[in-house]
């Protein structure tokens, strides 16, 4: 079974920059569709970028363009570079699989973005 560890987070001002990663293990990811999810403060997970075996990719409207989702099959690892950041993005941040979020949720990263 698949075990995802997310790392990366901290705290940063409105405008900077972040760049996260999903460490996978227990399971070659090389041909899922992997994603990262985003928890505000008392909300459920929201799925915001989404990443296919092919390198196709999808981002909710409010992080498009600001957030860069990227994968090294290699390493066994899912990027997420988060630019011009927003106290909304304030959060913790999971990884999991993109079609259906069916592995053991790891404990995220926290991102906090101060204003």
């Known amino acids: 079974q698949v075990r995802f560890v997310e790392s990366g987070g901290g705290l940063v001002q409105w405008g900077g920059s972040l760049r996260l990663s999903c460490a996978a293990s227990?399971?070659?990811?090389?041909?899922?569709?992997l994603a990262w999810y985003h928890q505000a403060p008392g909300t459920g997970r929201t799925l915001i970028a989404r990443i296919s075996e092919s390198d196709n990719t999808y981002y909710i409207a409010r992080v498009n363009g600001r957030f860069t989702i990227s994968r090294d099959n290699a390493a066994q690892t899912v990027h997420l570079q988060m630019n011009s950041l927003k106290p909304e993005d304030t959060g913790i941040y999971f990884c999991?699989?993109?079609?259906?979020?069916?592995?053991?949720w790891g404990q995220g990263t926290q991102v906090t973005v101060s204003s």
């Open positions: 999991n699989y993109g079609l259906s979020p069916s592995a053991p």
């Open positions: 227990g399971s070659d990811i090389s041909t899922d569709t």
